[in-house]
């Protein structure tokens, strides 16, 4: 069993920066997939990054490439998302996701979830 405690989110000027954190529990983590999904207002939840466990390698949506780096710290089981240039069609509350078994970026492949963080870029 995996919890997942996401934190970090806030109001943020356009042009401006934020970095949302994912504390997990679970000595297993490590081996987990872990992503960041994000959800506006009447729209569907959508990928944003993630990293696998086995390579360490990182996969981002088109809308934050270059923008928005996804890391994680095995020893302290946490995922982190730096996210720079933001703009307000970032708007969002923010998921954190893992899984043992995804390496893909469609949500319903995550069995674990936290329970968001709002981010909201004003123009």
């Known amino acids: 069993q995996v919890q997942l405690v996401e934190s970090g989110g806030g109001l943020v000027q356009a042009g401006g920066s934020l970095r949302l954190s994912c504390a997990a529990s679970?000595?297993?983590?490590?081996?987990?997939?872990s992503g960041w999904f994000r959800q506006a207002p009447g729209q569907e939840r959508e990928f944003v990054a993630l990293?696998?466990?086995?390579?360490?390698?990182?996969y981002y949506a088109d809308s934050v490439k270059g923008r928005f780096t996804i890391s994680r710290d095995n020893a302290k089981n946490t995922v982190y998302l730096q996210m720079n240039s933001l703009k307000p069609e970032d708007t969002a509350v923010y998921y954190c996701?893992?899984?043992?078994?995804?390496?893909?970026?469609?949500?319903?492949?995550?069995?674990?979830w936290g329970q968001g963080t709002l981010v909201t870029v004003s123009s």
């Open positions: 679970g000595r297993t983590f490590s081996t987990y997939t």
């Open positions: 996701a893992a899984d043992p078994y995804s390496g893909s970026g469609k949500p319903a492949t995550y069995r674990y």
């Open positions: 990293i696998t466990w086995s390579s360490g390698i990182p």
